[in-house]
């Protein structure tokens, strides 16, 4: 009995050690998962181009020639279809501390601006008062040579920024 159970003992260390190094014996008993092929996430794959004559969830507004755009008779007769109400000018002053005030300063005329004299930014104090809305407003969109354009702006924000920028500067 003793001996049986030695027996067996033996035979199980053998077959569960032999489990282990079952592959070195034949690798072509059964295929290795880590021989396969694998799929790594994003490998070699290119972002695909959207499909033609589509437009991106929620529309796109028309586009202008950016150089154009401020002096084209679209953007003349361009009418700010948000009234300059205390929550308009709210939202434009805080807008316009996100995006304007870094070169134009705080109050327009970059007495405190943190970069703008250095890039050739402008005091909109002699420019506001002679533009229309829709000028600003495309202004804002497209930039200029010197200001980039912020087509990321909803255009419902900068209609507020174009009212706020109407009271913070005194005569437009």
């Not at 059964?30 to 972002?47: G, H, R």
């Not at 205390?86 to 005329?109: F, K, P, Q």
């Not at 970059?110 to 495309?138: C, E, H, K, W, Y």
Request: net charge neutral.
């Amino acid at each position: 009995m003793k001996a049986r159970a030695a027996n067996i003992a033996v035979l199980s260390l053998i077959a569960v050690g032999g489990l282990g190094c079952w592959e070195q014996v034949s690798p072509g008993w059964f295929a290795q998962m880590k021989d396969q092929p694998a799929v790594q996430a994003l490998e070699d794959v290119q972002p695909l181009d959207p499909p033609a004559d589509t437009i991106p969830f929620g529309g796109i507004e028309p586009r202008l020639e950016p150089y154009t755009a401020l002096v084209a008779p679209e953007t003349m007769a361009l009418m700010n279809p948000v009234k300059a109400s205390t929550a308009s000018v709210e939202r434009g002053e805080e807008l316009y501390g996100i995006y304007c005030s870094v070169c134009h300063g705080t109050d327009g005329a970059m007495l405190n601006a943190t970069v703008g004299p250095r890039v050739g930014a402008i005091p909109l104090v002699g420019i506001v008062p002679t533009r229309s809305d829709g000028q600003l407003f495309m202004k804002i969109r497209y930039g200029k040579p010197v200001m980039p354009g912020y087509p990321q702006i909803p255009s419902q924000d900068r209609w507020h920024i174009v009212n706020y920028l109407r009271k913070l500067i005194p005569g437009s």
